[in-house]
């Protein structure tokens, strides 16, 4: 008896499901894509309906021969790639590269979006065709793509310089980086005051707490902004008479967020485990494809990693009830089960979230078979389901409203005064966070700020006044999990394209990251100039997001995919012509001060694929080059040269001594030009507001180092 034949992608997700379906299967890997547009060329008749023409990659030829010789010998063949669009055109392509449509052989498209044996053999039993909307949709994404690509980027090579690219979406995600970057750049930070009063009941006076001042005594809010104004509120506080003048008291519950989405995964890794998306997508990606897990066998972890549906199955949402009650007890397990609404425009509610397989296999169950990583984001994944299903945690929260009357010397001798704040919340029943809170780390508890007991009218005692100066931030640099979000928000890109777009454009040299922040290059900014001002369209977020939901419309079989292809590049090819006249050429040298040691001449900057380096002048008559390196004015702590920004050839800043190779000291962390205030070595950045020292591991404030310095210059 012929054995019926399983396509899927990978060779992990082969081995999985040979160990699930018996010897009765035979299982090939496609590795992916088999066919795409060819690499020389555009691959699109702009003027047939804009047909593509796919060819078959020819490291994959190999492949494809022996998926047909293994299709040839069954009569039932079974395609089993991954459950969206891309998967779905995989299956496509692998049926068009082969001509298994053309065989006797019958083709069944199956979808599951776990590896277990339940899913699995459901799967087997409810097949389909393959869905040519889904299809579709890829295609028409494909070739917006190619045709974005492949016109915009040779007239940038002409304009600019060669080897650079322009992308759909990854333009706009440049931009928005950019548009960050100058406003930044742009902010101008105003100065302004906050005032606390530390106060006490006149029987409990060890029970102190701080009032922030809010408002003056008739309701008007007041705008503190410079020492001179808050000095002046504070001598009045000193002398005023403090009274509570209302207390609300309540108890207010907090939910727990719903299971991971590709976008909250990456972001949630990012903040907790400083994971990338690109790397907690690969993590996740073995995770599902499965793991052998020893007697067990090998088994799919958790469900399909590329979803934005916070959906979850009933049989799932029932499992994870139980496994509550038993572990936790009834206080903790809600009357009802919860679901979860996603509000994302073009979710797949047909989709699940990304919860684990099997609830009852726990992290430390699963331990001796994984990874450090593959640990902590299985561990990650497990503790936001099983929180999602849990009870909300409580809390008494008491909102105070006090106050601050005092006599002013005037015509008019009426009293004046001011209106101050206090307010406490005090956790009474931990809930969903017993097992996880999001956004916060793993051993991180909620702190509860408590009042002692006030009631109206009671008096209070004066015990200090704390005016603080303050001076408005700019909106802060996107990070991995920031640029993600907005992305999502904004409706640009979709779960399965926000990994790799952050990083090509890393990789293009259009932006790079700096501890976590992302900066723009100076590459970044003048290709978005450029495109900013002549394809306005190609990098505007509103039109990139209409796009993606027309998409989606072909996704559902209510848009025809040739329209949306033809709607958007007539207009699209008239811009080109314009722009390609228009755009003047741009000189991406800049002079220096250095001098070439071959020739004399002047050196100048140039960018090339690895980023900026120093040229003679004289080119083409002297081709001598040189590293462009980026001091630092720090000095190397292994001998006397200095600490120069450096960029690796996986595009990641370091910093290394400029008399390398001589000296091979390096750091991942920014130096900052100040000694350890414990051991005199050198200092680096470390997270936001901590300075760290290399040799000794002191950990200093910034702002304690920048006090220390000021007091020292000042003696």
Not at 367 to 396: C, E, G
Request: glycine share 6%.
């Amino acid at each position: 008896m012929a054995k019926k034949l399983v396509i899927v992608e990978s060779p992990a997700k082969a081995r999985t499901l040979s160990k699930i379906l018996g010897r009765g299967y035979t299982i090939k890997a496609s590795l992916g894509h088999v066919r795409d547009l060819p690499l020389k060329n555009l691959g699109v008749d702009v003027d047939k309906n804009f047909t593509p023409t796919y060819t078959t990659a020819p490291k994959k030829r190999k492949i494809v021969k022996e998926i047909k010789q293994a299709a040839s010998k069954t009569s039932s063949i079974y395609l089993a790639t991954d459950p969206d669009r891309e998967g779905e055109a995989i299956s496509w392509h692998l049926v068009k590269a082969t001509k298994l449509d053309k065989d006797k052989a019958a083709i069944h498209r199956i979808v599951f979006h776990e590896i277990t044996r339940e899913a699995v053999e459901k799967a087997f039993k409810h097949p389909r065709g393959i869905d040519m909307n889904l299809v579709n949709a890829q295609q028409a994404r494909r070739i917006l793509d190619r045709l974005v690509g492949y016109k915009l980027s040779p007239l940038l090579w002409r304009k600019v310089q060669r080897g650079l690219s322009a992308g759909r979406v990854q333009s706009v995600t440049v931009r928005m980086i950019v548009d960050r970057e100058q406003e930044i750049q742009d902010f101008s930070p105003k100065e302004y005051w906050t005032i606390e009063v530390e106060l006490a009941p006149l029987k409990e006076q060890k029970r102190r707490f701080r009032a922030q001042l809010m408002a003056s005594a008739d309701g008007t809010k007041l705008d503190i902004r410079n020492k001179e104004r808050a000095d002046a509120i504070a001598a009045h506080l000193e002398k005023a008479k403090y009274i509570v003048k209302s207390v609300q008291a309540k108890q207010t519950a907090r939910q727990p967020a719903p299971p991971f989405i590709t976008s909250t995964l990456q972001q949630e890794a990012w903040r907790k485990l400083h994971f990338t998306a690109k790397h907690t997508m690969a993590i996740a990606q073995r995770l599902y494809e499965g793991l052998s897990l020893g007697k067990e066998g090998s088994v799919g972890l958790i469900t399909y990693m590329r979803t934005d549906s916070t959906h979850v199955a009933t049989s799932a949402i029932a499992e994870v009830r139980d496994f509550i009650q038993r572990n936790y007890g009834g206080d903790f397990l809600p009357s009802k089960p919860r679901r979860f609404v996603k509000k994302i425009r073009g979710a797949q509610e047909a989709h699940e979230a990304i919860r684990p397989t099997k609830v009852y296999r726990k992290p430390e169950q699963v331990k001796p078979f994984l990874t450090s990583d593959q640990l902590k984001l299985y561990n990650l994944i497990w503790k936001r389901m099983v929180a999602s299903q849990m009870s909300p945690a409580l809390y008494h929260t008491t909102n105070v409203e006090i106050e601050a009357s005092l006599l002013i010397a005037s015509k008019a001798k009426q009293p004046q005064g001011y209106l101050l704040k206090a307010s406490s919340s005090v956790v009474k029943f931990p809930g969903f966070m017993t097992v996880y809170s999001e956004g916060k780390d793993e051993e991180e508890q909620e702190a509860s700020v408590s009042l002692p007991e006030l009631k109206v009218n009671h008096k209070l005692s004066y015990w200090g006044v704390f005016p603080q100066q303050h001076f408005t931030q700019a909106t802060p640099r996107y990070t991995e999990a920031t640029l993600i979000k907005a992305l999502e928000q904004k409706g640009i890109g979709r779960p399965s394209t926000y990994a790799p777009i952050i990083s090509i454009i890393q990789e293009r040299e259009y932006i790079y990251k700096e501890g976590s922040k992302f900066y723009p290059h100076e590459l970044g900014m003048i290709v978005n100039s450029i495109l900013t001002e002549h394809f306005p369209k190609i990098v505007d977020l509103g039109f990139t997001a209409q796009l993606e939901e027309q998409l989606d419309e072909v996704a559902r079989g209510k848009y025809e995919w040739v329209s949306l292809l033809r709607d958007f590049y007539l207009p699209f090819e008239d811009t080109l012509r314009i722009a390609s006249t228009n755009i003047a050429k741009v000189d991406m040298t800049k002079p220096t001060n250095e001098t070439c040691p071959h020739c004399g001449r002047p050196m100048v900057i140039k960018i090339g694929r690895f980023g900026k380096f120093l040229a003679c002048s004289g080119y083409p008559q002297c081709k001598t080059t040189m590293p462009y390196l980026v001091k630092t004015g720090v000095t190397c702590p292994q001998c006397d040269g200095e600490l120069v920004k450096r960029v690796s050839k996986r595009r990641k800043v370091f910093y290394g001594c400029s008399n390398f190779p001589t000296c091979q000291f390096t750091t991942s962390y920014k130096p900052i030009p100040l000694p350890c205030p414990n051991c005199g070595k050198l200092l680096v950045l470390y997270g936001k507001d901590w300075a760290n020292c290399i040799a000794c591991g002191y950990k200093v404030k910034l702002s304690e180092l920048e006090k220390k310095e000021r007091e020292g210059a000042a003696l």
